[in-house]
Structures are given as structure tokens and as C-alpha cells.
């Protein structure tokens, strides 16, 4: 998977639905687009997934306080 980050993907998916939107983009490398477009929908799904997971994993505790908690 690429080490691209979450915002970039977001931005060129973006973008690419703009092109395709706006008839900016031929016909010849529509298809090209839409394939990189699927690939960061899925690496925008997979981060999402994980960062879920993460917090998740952080809001069940470890028996340990979270950053910024306030104890008595």
C-alpha cells in the first residue's frame, strides 16, 4: 500500500472528481483516473478503518488515564 497520507488521498480524489466533473479529463485517460481514484478510495477506507481500531482500542483503556484526564 502506499505511504501516501489520509488529507493527500482525499485531496486527488478530489481533484479527480473535479476533472470528471468538469469534462476536464479525455475520454483516453478517463479510465486511468478512475482506477487510481478506487485505489485511494481503498487506502482512504483501510486509514479510516485503522484510526477506528486505534481509538477504539484507546477509549477501552488500558487500565491507563488518557492524555489531558484529570485525576483526583
Given at each position: ?7 493527500q ?31 485511494l478510495?481503498r ?23 488518557m492524555?489531558?484526564?484529570e485525576?483526583d
Amino acid at each position: 500500500m502506499e505511504t501516501i497520507k489520509y488529507e493527500q488521498a482525499l485531496r486527488e480524489l478530489e481533484t479527480i472528481a473535479g476533472q470528471i466533473e468538469s469534462g476536464d479529463i479525455g475520454i483516453d485517460e478517463l479510465s486511468a483516473r478512475i482506477k487510481r481514484a478506487k485505489e485511494l478510495i481503498r487506502l482512504c477506507k483501510e486509514r479510516l478503518r485503522l484510526a477506528d481500531e486505534e481509538i477504539k482500542n484507546i477509549l477501552a483503556g488500558d487500565g491507563e488515564s488518557m492524555p489531558g484526564g484529570e485525576e483526583d
